[in-house]
């Protein structure tokens, strides 16, 4: 609650209309941002463990991705066009995902690589924008309107954050559901009941 002890007003239109406009620019910036941004060490082996999940074929090592990554993001790298060869390719006998997505991105000129890419990361945008929000709607619950966008502001420019938002990885999904999580015990802690504790 906010530190006067009364409840956050509703949102109101120059409010809802500032954040709108945050996130708009926000994913403007994002959307030129993907389509700029070179293929980072780890993103290969993430979107094809990503596309063999869809499959029901994720069986390859390391298996470090979090279920979460491969939901939202592999339907639509596997519709990207990587492709990835049969099984009985001599690569598979490596059983490790980065030698099969090596071999994959080795398959491909750059401009297939570079639309590709887009088409696999534009999912995970869900959630860096998520977090914004979610920035936003906790600052106002606990000080106020102005409070709320200013937090949001200050994690829509901070540059790692930014930085990392456009990539293949499971960093802002990992920010946003630990910051999830505690905004539901956090919403528990001040009113407890059943449904916020299954949340």
Partial sequence: MPPSGLQPPGVSRWEFATIAIALAAYLSLLLALIGRTGVTVDEPSHILSSILYWEGNDRLLPRDLPPLIKIVAGRAAAAAGFPIVEESHPVWQTKHEWMVSLDMMRRMNEDRIRDAMFLARLPLLIFPVGTALLLWWWGRQLYSPLTGLAVA???????????????????????????????????????????????
Avoid: I
């Fill in 153 to 199: 502001a200050l994690f829509l420019l901070e540059p790692t954050a930014l930085g990392h938002a456009v990539l293949f990885k499971n960093d802002h999904a990992s920010a946003f559901t630990f910051l999830l999580f505690w905004f539901a015990a956090w919403q528990y802690w001040r009113q407890p009941s059943l449904l916020r504790a299954a949340c």
